[in-house]
């Protein structure tokens, strides 16, 4: 590996003692006008969960294929719609896909414990990296446990170190100091979730899956603090698509100390995404309101709010899943799914076979979400 160009961590340096907030000023007006527009959204929704779950699997795909990950839309739901029994079906799939899975859940995990009252702590993201990495690839990387050799951020195709994280022996004093940061420091949420993100990835505490749970930070942090009153905001997206300027900013502050220049980056971030988001829940809740006189009138049913609900949820789904876990009586159930098959309003993935049920996809709204 070729070590000339290699950006040393900024000992010493964080938080940063004078931000300039001239210079990120008009940046952080337009992200929090953004975030507040998407966030108003999330509140006028009737059931948030059921209409942006699609948003939380997007995420889950981007931010595993930014390390490396490679996995659909469709392999995830299809999984999720054949996952009776977890491991039985992890030997199925490619272990990338089970990878990604183990993204969406760790993240939901971490959401679920928060909402019971635990704090975005040391020991909450142990815990996360230890639910990503408990398979596959991650499996042999020191899941839940911080680095005890010194690790590098490398350009694999050119043998070039592009950084050198904080060393094992002061890793430690960062984590504390970065969580001392986050609980006390009484700057604007978005520039200390900027400041927290840089940092978090400088310090690279884990062996492998640093980048993912950085980004899940991301989305813990703005809901924990009130910023976003659902965790359904994801910011891998334009992360992924700025990839190259997403490294080299966060290599500028230390080299160069220039922790603006990350800033304005970050909170371009948040306000070209809440867009995006917001256009993509919105076609999500569109959709979601058009379908209902059509359910309705396909199925003359009261049963029919409940059909519409688990398709949204589940857009691939087996007919038994359907059947025993829509709150619908099974006989109605299996008429409804006849039904929306006549109108197309459901598409036939697989037919049954022997033992096997039949898989069904919800094609309109798998066209907002896949990427």
Same mark, same amino acid.
């Given at each position: 590996?070729?070590?000339?160009?290699?950006?040393?961590?900024?000992?010493?340096?964080?938080?940063?003692?004078?931000?300039?907030?001239?210079?990120?000023?008009?940046?952080?007006?337009?992200?929090?006008?953004?975030?507040?527009?998407?966030?108003?959204?999330?509140?006028?929704?009737?059931?948030?969960?059921?209409?942006?779950?699609?948003?939380?699997?997007?995420?889950?795909?981007?931010?595993?294929?930014?390390?490396?990950?490679?996995?659909?839309?469709?392999?995830? %739901?299809?999984?999720?719609?054949? #996952?009776?029994?977890?491991? =039985?079906?992890?030997?199925?799939?490619?272990?990338?896909?089970?990878?990604?899975?183990?993204?969406?859940?760790? %993240?939901?995990?971490?959401?679920?414990?928060?909402?019971?009252?635990? !704090?975005?702590?040391?020991? %909450?993201?142990?815990?996360?990296?230890?639910?990503?990495?408990?398979?596959?690839?991650?499996?042999?990387?020191? !899941?839940?446990?911080?680095?005890?050799?010194?690790?590098?951020?490398?350009?694999?195709?050119?043998?070039?170190?592009?950084?050198?994280?904080?060393? !094992?022996?002061?890793?430690?004093?960062?984590?504390?100091?970065?969580?001392?940061?986050?609980?006390?420091?009484? =700057?604007?949420?978005?520039?200390?979730?900027?400041?927290?993100?840089?940092?978090?990835?400088?310090?690279?505490?884990?062996?492998?899956?640093?980048?993912?749970?950085?980004?899940? *930070?991301?989305?813990?942090?703005?809901?924990?603090?009130?910023?976003?009153? =659902?965790?359904?905001?994801?910011?891998?997206?334009?992360?992924?698509?700025?990839?190259?300027?997403?490294?080299?900013?966060?290599?500028?502050?230390?080299?160069?100390?220039?922790?603006? #220049?990350?800033?304005?980056?970050?909170?371009?971030? $948040?306000?070209?995404?809440?867009?995006?988001?917001?256009?993509?829940?919105?076609? $999500?809740?569109?959709?979601?309101?058009?379908?209902?006189?059509?359910?309705?009138?396909?199925? #003359?049913?009261?049963?029919?709010?409940?059909?519409?609900?688990?398709?949204?949820?589940?857009?691939?789904?087996?007919?038994?899943?359907?059947?025993?876990?829509?709150?619908?009586?099974?006989?109605?159930?299996?008429?409804?799914?006849?039904?929306?098959?006549?109108?197309?309003? *459901?598409?036939?993935?697989?037919?049954?076979?022997?033992?096997?049920?039949?898989?069904?996809?919800?094609? !309109?709204?798998?066209?907002?979400?896949?990427?």
């Amino acid at each position: 590996m070729d070590f000339t160009n290699s950006v040393q961590y900024h000992y010493d340096q964080f938080p940063p003692k004078n931000l300039d907030y001239r210079k990120i000023v008009n940046s952080l007006l337009k992200a929090t006008d953004a975030l507040a527009r998407y966030d108003q959204m999330l509140k006028n929704m009737h059931n948030s969960e059921i209409l942006l779950a699609p948003l939380r699997n997007q995420e889950a795909v981007i931010s595993s294929r930014m390390e490396g990950t490679i996995s659909t839309m469709d392999e995830i %739901l299809k999984f999720e719609a054949d #996952s009776e029994n977890d491991s =039985e079906e992890a030997n199925k799939v490619r272990s990338e896909v089970f990878e990604t899975i183990l993204y969406q859940r760790a %993240l939901l995990n971490a959401q679920r414990a928060m909402k019971e009252g635990y !704090p975005l702590s040391q020991h %909450l993201i142990k815990t996360l990296h230890q639910q990503l990495l408990s398979f596959g690839r991650g499996a042999q990387k020191s !899941p839940g446990k911080y680095k005890i050799e010194q690790n590098y951020l490398a350009d694999k195709i050119k043998q070039k170190v592009l950084f050198t994280p904080i060393s !094992p022996e002061k890793l430690n004093d960062g984590l504390e100091n970065l969580f001392t940061y986050i609980n006390e420091s009484s =700057e604007p949420i978005l520039i200390k979730t900027a400041l927290m993100h840089l940092e978090f990835e400088a310090l690279h505490p884990f062996q492998d899956g640093n980048g993912r749970i950085g980004r899940m *930070l991301i989305t813990l942090l703005l809901w924990s603090s009130g910023a976003i009153s =659902e965790p359904h905001f994801y910011v891998s997206g334009y992360m992924e698509e700025n990839k190259d300027e997403y490294i080299d900013t966060m290599r500028e502050v230390s080299k160069n100390n220039n922790w603006e #220049s990350w800033c304005i980056f970050f909170l371009t971030a $948040i306000e070209k995404q809440a867009i995006k988001n917001l256009e993509i829940a919105e076609k $999500i809740k569109s959709l979601y309101e058009e379908m209902k006189p059509i359910f309705s009138d396909s199925l #003359s049913s009261k049963w029919s709010v409940n059909a519409l609900d688990y398709i949204f949820t589940y857009p691939i789904f087996r007919n038994n899943r359907f059947t025993s876990r829509s709150g619908i009586p099974g006989p109605t159930a299996a008429r409804f799914t006849r039904i929306l098959l006549d109108k197309e309003l *459901l598409r036939t993935l697989e037919e049954s076979s022997g033992r096997r049920p039949a898989l069904y996809a919800f094609e !309109p709204l798998l066209k907002l979400v896949r990427v």
